[in-house]
């Protein structure tokens, strides 16, 4: 198997093309050598761009590790979480849920002295424009 982080490994950091890549994940599809993608990125996104690099269905690793997919062809018996809304397949949480932690934000931001707003405080727009992340 392949494990690969993505912007700047995978993809080019600047033009986000998997170009440079392709003679190698060609190489990789063709000797049934999955290659798992590991990202910051969500679930939903990742299954997008393994569509766009015609990958093969393999475990994606998302949300910098908070959780494991696997597709639904893959025999995954501590897959206890069971398929995430709107998607087959599972998932194997590794990380705390939001709803554990967005509780815990007011105190620990009064505790140091900082603001801290999560993004679930916030909405599409607001979190486009202080990530500098497009809503395409």
């Known amino acids: 198997m392949i494990v690969t982080d993505l912007d700047g490994t995978l993809l ?45 269905a393999a475990p994606l690793i998302v949300e910098n590790g908070g959780a494991v997919w696997f597709p639904p ?7 206890q979480h069971g398929p995430p809304p709107h998607t087959a397949g599972h998932v194997v949480r590794l990380g705390t849920s939001a709803e554990t932690l967005a509780p815990l934000l007011a ?26 992340l497009s809503l395409s």
């Open 12 to 56: 080019d950091h600047v033009t986000y093309s998997a170009a440079p890549a392709r003679t190698a994940l060609a190489a990789a599809a063709a000797r049934q050598v999955p290659v798992i993608l590991c990202s910051s990125k969500t679930l939903a996104e990742m299954r997008a761009l393994v569509r766009v690099l015609g990958l093969a």
């Open 73 to 79: 062809q893959w025999n995954v018996p501590d897959a």
């Open 107 to 132: 105190p620990l931001a009064a505790q140091v002295g900082a603001t801290l707003r999560g993004f679930s405080a916030m909405d599409d727009d607001e979190v486009a424009r202080r990530t500098g």
